[in-house]
DNA sequence: AATAAAATCCGAACATCATTCGGAAAAAGA
DNA sequence: TCTTTTTCCGAATGATGTTCGGATTTTATT
């Protein structure tokens, strides 16, 4: 039995993050479409074949690296600074989702078209949206803006509504940016107007 | 010289649309990735070799599905009913955005993912959202808002403005409901609720 | 009507891709 | 030192997009 911190696991563990890391290179460089296993393997030097001894093949290591990127994505949206008003937090939030989208474009496309495909079993949409914790960010944020009074849930328009119109709003924004928009030179000022917008309108319910 | 209405040249453009048709039919029958030039072929009875007759690759006939695609998203969205009250008008445009990708899943994801890929040369903002027709919808509502005085123009946030931040949530929407969402019952009913709040937000600017 | 030109259509081939398999070599364990 | 496990790969398989040479059909010209 292999100790997890042994050498040899350790050495596997690194080839699987060189696996990783060649691809998301590859995706930032070249383009989803320039993605393939001889690439992978070329860039690392090993074999198309050696790399099915660390994924069980092309759709594992581009789930790996959707996993990888959805994680950043919650780390962008965290490094807001906490200490903004919450109204202004909230907005930020909204301005990092977009800028993670714009920086990494060619991910933020893979992981929102590859990603999803994946989703095994429905859940509740509740349940579902509670497990993603960029979403629980952006929930967090709203939840700050109504402690602080500046929006009053409603029956019908709870916190969890809101937190997921947010959502709408910077998914659309880092779509429309990451495709239609893509030779667009980008405009934070326009998105934190919109969302400026949007906030006006939670607040006013 | 051929006659563009002679019996050659119907019969020509007659097998550009069944290798149109049966590109859409597998695209919403079994998804994007089961589209092939084999497939394809094999619906109308002809060889993979005989459709470079009619298209010169892949990539074109996937453009041209698109293109019909927006064509009819377009249509949707003029398919709202004109003698709604402006507001109403606004955000039932912006339902049937929704609901027509919530009707071609694979197709809506395709349109946006594969067309803007396309795009050329950059050009300035507002001419390329002008050339848009589905988005030309959303203006013109957006328009009649302002002419019924339910929103009111600023120099820092004017018709085009507005008009695209509608369009960036709707397109957040549909986003979300072919991709993360897809798993989940449609609700038109939130969606309609968070277009109001948005609505709500430009009218308070 | 006959002939020539153009269009239509296809089998086969090529290059590339994902993936599998058998096996050689290296590493680890007994 | 020997055995077992792991690592890695060449070659193969099946599938894909695309091209090419050529057969057949359709259209135009004589």
């Known amino acids: 039995m292999i100790d997890a911190s042994s050498p040899r696991t350790r050495r596997h563990q690194r080839t699987q993050q060189a696996i990783l890391d060649a691809a998301r290179e590859i995706i930032s460089r070249e383009g989803v479409a320039a993605l393939s296993m001889r690439a992978i393997a070329e860039r690392i030097d090993y074999s198309p074949a050696g790399l099915y001894e660390y994924y ?5 290591i581009i789930a790996a690296v959707c996993d990888d990127a959805f994680d950043q994505l919650t780390q962008a949206l ?4 906490p200490t903004l008003p ?10 990092n989702y977009v800028r993670f989208a714009l920086e990494n474009t060619d991910a933020f496309l893979l992981m929102f078209t590859n990603a999803p495909l994946a989703a095994p079993h429905p859940m509740p949409v509740e349940a579902m949206l509670r497990q993603s914790p960029a979403f629980m960010v952006l929930y967090d944020a ?19 509504a809101m ?3 947010c959502w709408q709003m910077v998914h659309g924004m880092a779509m429309l940016a990451v495709t239609i928009m893509r030779n667009q030179p980008p405009n934070l000022g326009a998105y934190r107007r919109s969302l400026e917008v949007l906030q006006a309108g939670i607040a006013a319910q």
């Open 163 to 165: 937190a997921v119109t």
């Open 56 to 60: 069980g093949g092309k759709d594992e």
């Open 86 to 95: 919450p109204a202004d937090y909230l907005r930020e939030c909204g301005v």
């Open 142 to 160: 709203v939840q700050r803006c109504v402690e602080a009074g500046i929006f009053t849930p409603r029956p019908d328009y709870d916190v969890l």
């Open 78 to 81: 965290r490094s807001t600074d």
